[in-house]
């Protein structure tokens, strides 16, 4: 897609790194600042009558305020619209709330609602702890079930929702199978692409409805801002925007700004994110205290086939599964990490190893994990000295057996 320079409007076809070089930049528009600038505020003046009763909504007579966005918000919404290739999208203060305000905004009491049983920790426990209180029938469901969702369907299913790669445990849904069967029903499809990010998974061309991004993650890249955003085809677009002004949901300028600086380099960091991530999973594959390396871009893992059919790239984040190596052995080994950090999140600058302190919620998975696991985050440090960290720190591991 090549871009007008002064507006920043798509014309033609280009590379995806054209596109996040231009998208949601309008020069002109700002004394010719090359980025959108952060625009503070709440209330909006209209210079006369006629303004205001333009600037109007008739399913929003309000939306002239900052809540519903600035500026900054419109830049970033356009450059993730664009990316994705939904028809609009909204900003969230996270990640989380970007997950349950757009569930919420499909369903109502008495409906049924199928979610993947590999789904985001915290979604789950929004759904077991505030779906069930207000009488909506939650049922979780095998990620590998593919097209066999069919069986699970019911008139009353209003919103399946799907997440690939699983967290934690990373297995890779058919999106398009489960797609298919679930709008004969008339559900939303729901996606958290998180680990793909809009580069790497295109889920409109895959059936979804929404798609949701912790944009705290990769689109921020940098740790230092939360952020979430849900892109919607037109079939679901005016009821997620509903369902988000309906919460008065609404996210800071300063963290939007962050979000669109990041996304600047969003591909260039991949890229790195992917290729080192892959090489350090390739190298724990040959750890003797290493059970499995759960990744869908290694050719060894069940999920590959469905990886290189939908997806267009890896990120850097992976789970290894341990042998049983008893609590004084996996604390040495976390000890004597230097270059990985013990830390929540992921999407960033930075490497981490999170340990899981007990085998992740699992109701309805074929597969179950007993053993430790660890999750990885590749940061973009050298390659060759996060191998070296993590050789050191299993051979520290292994004399503390």
Known sequence: MSFDKNSGSPSMPAHVDTQLAHIGREPSRFAGMVNTPVFR??????????????SRQIDNPMANYGRFGTPTTRSFEQAITTL?????CLVFPSGLSACTHSI???VKSGDHVLITDSVYGPTRTFADRVLRRMGIDVEFFDPLIGGEIRNLLRPNTSVVFVESPGSWTFEVQDIPAIAEEAHKVGAYVLLDNTWATPLFFKPFEHGVDVSIHAATKYIVGHSDALLGVASANERAWCILKHGAHDFGQTAGPDDIYLALRGMRSMSVRLRQHWESGIQLAEYLRTQPLVESVLHPALASDPGHKLWQRDFLGASGLFT?????VGRPALSKFFSSLELFGIGLSWGGFESLALPLDKPPTRVASRKSYQNPLVRIHVGLENIEDLVSDMGQ??????KAL
């Open 104 to 106: 919420m905004a499909f």
């Open 320 to 324: 290894i599964e341990l042998k049983e």
């Open 84 to 88: 994705e290739g939904g028809h609009n």
């Open 393 to 398: 720190a299993f051979t520290q591991m292994e």
């Open 41 to 54: 505020g709440s209330t909006i003046i209209a210079n006369n009558l006629e303004d205001w009763e333009a």
